[in-house]
């Protein structure tokens, strides 16, 4: 079998249809289009990552002064546990790295097994907590990593 081709593509307008589709099988409290939309506007380092040519995840980030925020990163979820997310991490240190940046920091509920797992792996620790943040109920945790 050949390996899979997998490649970071800046995302656009066109894809954001798609992208919110996946977000609502994805996560309990997803992003809107308008969120989407809103990344682009800003002009947010935001991705669209494919494997052999077909949309399989995104990634949003935002870039700082020395300072990359991951404020998304989703694999389409029957492609999950396969590799990619650890994959699509990886682009975006590099794409955080290209902008400069040598931390990332991100937010995740503090529910989320998978993300914290990922983050874990990839060497974020802990740096703070937002109490009940997400519907009163579940905290955020603010996770770091050096690059
Ligand atoms: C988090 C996410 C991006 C991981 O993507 P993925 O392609 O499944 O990740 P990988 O296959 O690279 O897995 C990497 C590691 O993460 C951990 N992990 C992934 N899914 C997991 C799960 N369901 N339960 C526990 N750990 C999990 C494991 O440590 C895994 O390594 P292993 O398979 O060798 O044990 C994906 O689950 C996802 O899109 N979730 C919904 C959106 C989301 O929660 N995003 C993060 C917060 S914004």
Redesign the pocket.
Same mark, same amino acid.
């Given at each position: 079998m050949t390996k899979p081709h997998l490649a970071l593509v800046p995302m656009r307008e066109d894809d954001v249809d798609v992208v919110t589709g996946i977000e609502q099988r @994805?996560?309990p409290f997803p992003w809107t289009r308008g969120n989407f939309v809103d990344s682009l506007i800003a002009g947010h380092s935001a991705w669209v990552f494919e494997e052999d040519g077909e949309m399989v995840?995104y990634g949003v980030l935002m870039m700082t002064v020395g300072e990359a925020e991951l404020l998304? *990163?989703? *694999?389409v979820?029957e492609?999950? !546990? !396969? +590799? =990619? +997310? /650890? &994959? =699509?991490l990886g682009f975006m240190f590099d794409a955080a790295r290209a902008h400069g940046a040598a931390r990332m920091v =991100?937010e995740? !509920?503090s529910g989320? @097994? /998978? &993300?914290l @797992? =990922?983050y874990r !792996?990839f060497g974020f620790v802990e740096i703070g907590r937002r109490r009940a943040y997400y519907r009163g109920r579940e905290d955020a945790v603010v996770m770091a990593c050096d690059l």
């Open positions: @994805a996560h995840g998304n *990163i989703t *694999i979820p492609c999950q !546990r !396969r +590799g =990619l +997310g /650890s &994959g =699509l =991100l995740v !509920r989320n @097994a /998978s &993300g @797992a =990922l !792996r």
